[in-house]
Protein backbone atom coordinates (compact mmCIF):
# COMPACT_ATOMS: atom_id res chain seq x y z
CA UNK A 1 0.00 0.00 0.00
CA UNK A 2 1.11 3.17 -0.67
CA UNK A 3 1.25 6.58 1.30
CA UNK A 4 0.02 9.76 -0.49
CA UNK A 5 0.72 13.04 0.49
CA UNK A 6 -2.37 15.33 1.76
CA UNK A 7 -1.71 16.90 -1.48
CA UNK A 8 -1.87 14.12 -3.76
CA UNK A 9 -5.26 12.86 -2.24
CA UNK A 10 -6.79 16.04 -2.35
CA UNK A 11 -5.81 16.16 -6.01
CA UNK A 12 -7.23 12.30 -6.91
CA UNK A 13 -10.45 13.63 -5.35
CA UNK A 14 -10.72 16.61 -7.27
CA UNK A 15 -10.94 14.17 -10.42
CA UNK A 16 -12.84 12.18 -8.74
CA UNK A 17 -15.55 14.90 -8.12
CA UNK A 18 -18.64 14.58 -10.14
CA UNK A 19 -22.10 15.83 -9.10
CA UNK A 20 -23.88 13.30 -10.98
CA UNK A 21 -22.94 10.91 -8.22
CA UNK A 22 -24.98 9.99 -5.47
CA UNK A 23 -21.84 10.10 -2.99
CA UNK A 24 -20.19 13.49 -4.25
CA UNK A 25 -19.61 15.73 -1.57
CA UNK A 26 -19.66 18.97 -4.20
CA UNK A 27 -23.76 17.79 -4.22
CA UNK A 28 -24.10 19.51 -0.23
CA UNK A 29 -21.80 22.26 -1.98
CA UNK A 30 -24.30 22.57 -4.70
CA UNK A 31 -27.33 22.36 -2.33
CA UNK A 32 -25.93 25.12 -0.05
CA UNK A 33 -25.43 27.47 -3.15
CA UNK A 34 -28.61 26.94 -4.79
CA UNK A 35 -30.12 28.67 -1.36
CA UNK A 36 -31.76 31.98 -1.62
CA UNK A 37 -30.22 33.33 0.89
CA UNK A 38 -26.52 32.56 0.64
CA UNK A 39 -27.05 34.08 -2.66
CA UNK A 40 -28.02 36.82 -1.42
CA UNK A 41 -25.95 37.29 1.61
CA UNK A 42 -22.85 36.56 -1.49
CA UNK A 43 -24.28 39.58 -3.24
CA UNK A 44 -24.66 41.85 0.02
CA UNK A 45 -21.07 41.04 1.22
CA UNK A 46 -19.50 41.91 -2.77
CA UNK A 47 -21.12 45.10 -2.52
CA UNK A 48 -24.05 44.70 -4.29
CA UNK A 49 -26.66 46.08 -1.91
CA UNK A 50 -29.21 49.13 -2.56
CA UNK A 51 -27.29 51.34 -4.58
CA UNK A 52 -26.10 48.95 -7.25
CA UNK A 53 -22.86 47.55 -7.85
CA UNK A 54 -20.03 48.30 -5.52
CA UNK A 55 -16.32 47.17 -3.73
CA UNK A 56 -16.78 43.60 -1.76
CA UNK A 57 -16.82 45.35 2.00
CA UNK A 58 -17.25 44.25 5.52
CA UNK A 59 -20.53 44.44 6.89
CA UNK A 60 -21.86 44.37 10.13
CA UNK A 61 -24.87 41.58 11.15
CA UNK A 62 -27.26 44.53 11.47
CA UNK A 63 -26.55 45.61 7.84
CA UNK A 64 -26.98 42.39 6.44
CA UNK A 65 -30.13 42.22 8.60
CA UNK A 66 -31.72 45.44 6.84
CA UNK A 67 -30.57 45.17 3.30
CA UNK A 68 -31.92 41.33 2.87
CA UNK A 69 -35.82 42.05 3.00
CA UNK A 70 -37.77 38.94 4.70
CA UNK A 71 -34.70 36.63 5.84
CA UNK A 72 -35.45 35.64 9.66
CA UNK A 73 -32.83 36.55 12.01
CA UNK A 74 -32.56 32.17 12.30
CA UNK A 75 -31.60 32.06 8.71
CA UNK A 76 -29.65 34.95 8.62
CA UNK A 77 -27.33 33.30 11.22
CA UNK A 78 -27.78 29.89 10.23
CA UNK A 79 -26.54 30.68 6.64
CA UNK A 80 -23.76 33.24 8.13
CA UNK A 81 -22.44 29.96 10.30
CA UNK A 82 -22.59 27.66 6.66
CA UNK A 83 -20.53 30.30 4.92
CA UNK A 84 -18.10 30.87 7.29
CA UNK A 85 -17.60 27.01 7.68
CA UNK A 86 -17.23 26.52 4.29
CA UNK A 87 -14.58 29.25 4.00
CA UNK A 88 -16.51 31.60 1.91
CA UNK A 89 -16.86 34.10 5.09
CA UNK A 90 -14.90 35.24 7.52
CA UNK A 91 -16.33 36.51 10.65
CA UNK A 92 -14.41 39.40 12.85
CA UNK A 93 -15.58 39.91 16.40
CA UNK A 94 -14.17 43.36 17.64
CA UNK A 95 -13.73 43.51 21.54
CA UNK A 96 -16.11 46.95 21.87
CA UNK A 97 -19.14 47.82 23.97
CA UNK A 98 -21.35 46.61 22.48
CA UNK A 99 -19.22 43.77 21.00
CA UNK A 100 -18.83 44.66 16.83
CA UNK A 101 -18.71 41.19 14.86
CA UNK A 102 -19.14 41.97 11.43
CA UNK A 103 -18.36 39.52 8.07
CA UNK A 104 -17.08 39.92 4.77
CA UNK A 105 -16.31 37.64 2.10
CA UNK A 106 -12.70 35.56 1.32
CA UNK A 107 -10.86 35.16 -1.56
CA UNK A 108 -13.05 31.89 -1.80
CA UNK A 109 -16.04 33.85 -1.18
CA UNK A 110 -14.93 36.48 -4.13
CA UNK A 111 -14.34 33.57 -6.49
CA UNK A 112 -17.97 32.58 -6.03
CA UNK A 113 -19.35 35.93 -6.15
CA UNK A 114 -19.13 37.09 -9.40
CA UNK A 115 -21.54 33.77 -10.39
CA UNK A 116 -23.86 34.17 -7.65
CA UNK A 117 -23.91 37.98 -8.78
CA UNK A 118 -24.83 37.06 -12.52
CA UNK A 119 -27.53 34.54 -11.26
CA UNK A 120 -29.04 37.08 -9.32
CA UNK A 121 -29.06 39.65 -11.86
CA UNK A 122 -30.79 37.18 -14.50
CA UNK A 123 -33.10 36.39 -12.31
CA UNK A 124 -34.23 40.09 -11.91
CA UNK A 125 -33.80 40.63 -15.77
CA UNK A 126 -36.21 37.65 -16.76
CA UNK A 127 -38.50 38.13 -13.84
CA UNK A 128 -40.89 39.32 -16.60
CA UNK A 129 -40.57 36.12 -19.17
CA UNK A 130 -41.13 33.60 -16.22
CA UNK A 131 -44.25 35.81 -14.91
CA UNK A 132 -45.43 35.63 -18.63
CA UNK A 133 -44.69 31.92 -19.25
CA UNK A 134 -46.20 31.15 -15.63
CA UNK A 135 -49.66 32.72 -16.51
CA UNK A 136 -49.80 30.99 -19.96
CA UNK A 137 -48.66 27.33 -18.40
CA UNK A 138 -51.36 27.86 -15.72
CA UNK A 139 -54.22 29.09 -18.12
CA UNK A 140 -53.23 25.61 -20.21
CA UNK A 141 -53.49 23.99 -17.05
Do not use: N
Not at 28 to 52: I, P
Not at 76 to 88: K, M, V
Not at 116 to 122: E, G, H, I, P, V
Amino acid sequence: MTTRTATERRARAKVEYDAFLATCPSRQLLDRLSDKWVVLVLCALGGEGGDGPGAPRAMRYSELARLIAGVSQKMLTQTLRSLERDGLVTRTVVATVPVTVSYELTDLGESLHGTTRLLRAWAQDHMDAVLARREEHDAAS
